[in-house]
Structure formats: C-alpha cells, structure tokens
C-alpha cells in the first residue's frame, strides 16, 4: 500500500504528536520512498532523538533517493533549467 505522499506525510505527523512514533515512521517511510523530502528529514530528526534505528533512516535515505533518481528525466531538467530552479 502506498497511497499520497502528502497524506503520509500528515498521518505521520498526526501520529507522532500522539507519541505512536513506529506508526509515525511507517508512514514517513513509504512517502520518503516515494520522494517525499519531508519525510525524509523528519525520519532523520526521529534518529536523532532515538525514536528510529540507523537502519531505517539508512532504509528511508536509499529509498528517497531511488525514488528521485527515478523521476530525473531530460525534460525535468531542461525545465529546471528554464526555469532557474
């Protein structure tokens, strides 16, 4: 199941203000997967506060940056370019 990036993005957040940190960094995982930055940094602050293993911030880092590597495209970056982003 993976569902909207941003909707697991929420849901973590929902679920992390109620202390359920594993059911927080199991919807960050699947949207940092799926590219989703914020997941990204938010599963690497719960590292760093001793809520989320090495492993699984290591697992989410991969992931996030296969899931980039994937959407990279000529086009992507020519828009990029064109754009000054």
């Known amino acids: 199941m993976k569902g909207?990036?941003?909707s697991r993005y929420n849901l973590g957040i929902t679920e992390?203000?109620?202390g359920?940190?594993?059911l927080a960094l199991q919807h960050w995982m699947i949207s940092a997967k799926m590219g989703y930055e914020y997941s990204l940094s938010n599963i690497k602050e719960m590292f760093m506060n001793g809520h989320a293993a090495k492993a699984q911030y290591a697992e989410?880092?991969?992931?996030?940056?296969?899931?980039v590597e994937d959407m990279r495209s000529?086009?992507?970056e020519e828009?990029?370019?064109?754009l000054g982003a």
């Open 4 to 6: 909207n990036v941003r």
């Open 16 to 18: 992390y203000e109620n």
């Open 20 to 22: 359920n940190y594993d």
């Open 60 to 67: 989410a880092l991969i992931g996030y940056r296969d899931a």
């Open 74 to 76: 000529p086009q992507r």
């Open 79 to 82: 828009a990029k370019r064109r």
